[in-house]
């Protein structure tokens, strides 16, 4: 009686640290085009003793949830650019499907230190990158002006219309197959890959390429949800506290990305790529000497 | 003559940003909404299910044990559903499990149903290019889905 009361209250006090640990992590996450997968992963294996297996089963959950909940408010202020981020699905399905094959074919550690150095590459890139948000002009691809990606937003903070133009198409398929191969490796959006590669290579601006990420990033996560499923790696116990806990936490991010400039997400991302690069380094080698 | 293109070219870009692209946008605004409000409301009641009937409809007492409940079971995963049919048929029977896997498997569907919004919505704008841009990101989707089956 009393083992089985005191077992109960353990679990409880789980749920409820699971549940709140992932409202922080969908606040971040859906703020800086993360996912939050990023961060939910080293979170539950390092400090909630979840199993890998079970911490990227509840992260592809968590992902979807990111995505769909904060494109509820990312298309109703048409900040997504619906048409680019259909054309990048191409890339970054066919990528996730990949991934899902490969993955079985390399070891964890090994994808934990290229996936940390593709993310410190990706924050020095950024770092290099001028932090305001009135683009220069930029020549558009010959795709980007025959498949209509050219577009333009209203941005709240500077309280003007912003056009833009899309550049480097290919390069930008290219990588996004990349950021999909990610996805259904690791099982988590890759937005750390999907924005940088809106951001640099296509030279989308920032709002523009945080939300349209989110808006393709459970698109992508779909596509190897369904892996994570029939294996087993979705436990209900750990996928339930952090699905709920991420919407909450995506849907306030969503109200905040609003208030807060450009050059302030930008300082932010930099920082959170670093400090998830480190960690998944020190992960990879914690794993091989276990 | 030879200027025109040019101007016309810069130009199309925002034309084509009109109300039908608006309004394709507000359509799968609110499908998403649906979706994740559906998702969220079945895996809330699972979950609260579980706390106040203190059963997950598929473990002993035992399982009440954290580390039982956290224990990784890649080929054996007796303590949930890991099927579309077991789900379906648990949740039938409310096992607080089954239903919170109903859930998440809504939640999986919220953006393939997305896609599928987003071809017809292309295909009532006749826009050639985007209904073979978006069926192949469908095909994708649903072969994903049977691989993932298969290699379950």
């Known amino acids: 009686m009393v083992p089985r009361k005191k077992a109960m209250t353990h679990s409880i006090i789980f749920l409820i640290v699971a549940f709140g640990g992932s409202v922080l992590a969908g606040v971040f996450g859906s703020m800086l085009g993360l996912g939050g997968g990023a961060l939910l992963v080293p979170m539950l294996t390092i400090f909630m003793g979840v199993e890998i297996h079970y911490a990227i089963g509840a992260s592809i959950v968590s992902v979807i949830a990111t995505s769909s909940g904060a494109a509820v408010a990312y298309v109703r202020d048409h900040l997504s650019n619906i048409r680019l981020g259909m054309l990048l699905e191409v890339a970054t399905t066919s990528g996730a499907v990949t991934g899902a094959f490969v993955g079985g074919l390399l070891s964890g550690p090994v994808l934990s230190v290229i996936f940390a150095a593709v993310l410190m590459y990706s924050a020095f890139a950024m770092l290099r990158r001028r932090t305001d948000d009135l683009t220069t002009h930029v020549t558009p691809h010959p795709w980007a002006e025959k498949l209509k990606l050219n577009s333009s937003y209203h941005d709240k903070v500077l309280n003007q219309r912003i056009d833009y133009n899309v550049a480097g198409v290919p390069t930008g398929l290219g990588l996004m197959y990349v950021a999909g191969l990610v996805s259904g490796l690791l099982g988590v959006g890759s937005g750390v890959l999907k924005v940088p590669a809106m951001d640099l290579a296509m030279r989308v601006p920032m709002k523009v390429s945080s939300t349209t990420s989110n808006f393709m990033i459970g698109v992508t996560a779909a596509a190897s949800a369904g892996v994570f499923f029939a294996r087993g790696q979705i436990n209900p116990f750990i996928a339930a506290p952090v699905a709920l806990g991420v919407l909450v936490g995506s849907f306030l991010g969503a109200r905040l990305l609003q208030r807060v400039a450009s050059a302030s997400i930008r300082k932010v991302f930099v920082i959170v790529l670093v400090l998830v690069s480190v960690e998944m380094i020190v992960k990879a080698f914690g794993i091989q000497w276990h | ?152």
């Not at chain 2, 605004?29 to 979950?47: E, N, P």
């Not at chain 2, 995963?77 to 379906?88: I, Y």
């Open chain 2, 1 to 152: 003559m030879a200027n025109a293109p040019d101007q016309a070219a810069s130009d199309g870009g925002e034309g084509d940003n009109s109300a039908k692209l608006i309004d394709m946008e507000l359509i799968i605004s609110r499908l998403l909404r649906v979706g994740v409000y559906t998702s969220s409301a079945v895996i809330l009641a699972g979950l609260l299910m579980m706390i106040f009937t203190r059963s997950t409809g598929y473990s002993p007492m035992g399982a009440y044990h954290l580390q039982s409940l956290l224990r990784y079971h890649p080929h054996h995963p007796e303590e949930f559903p890991v099927s579309a049919p077991a789900v379906v048929s648990g949740a039938l029977a409310l096992k607080p499990f089954a239903i919170i896997m109903l859930g998440v498997l809504l939640l999986i569907a919220t953006p393939v149903f997305r896609v599928a919004v987003s071809l017809v919505a292309f295909a009532f704008e006749k826009d050639r290019a985007y209904v073979w841009i978006t069926l192949y990101v469908l095909v994708v989707l649903i072969i994903s889905f049977l691989l993932g089956k298969s290699v379950g």
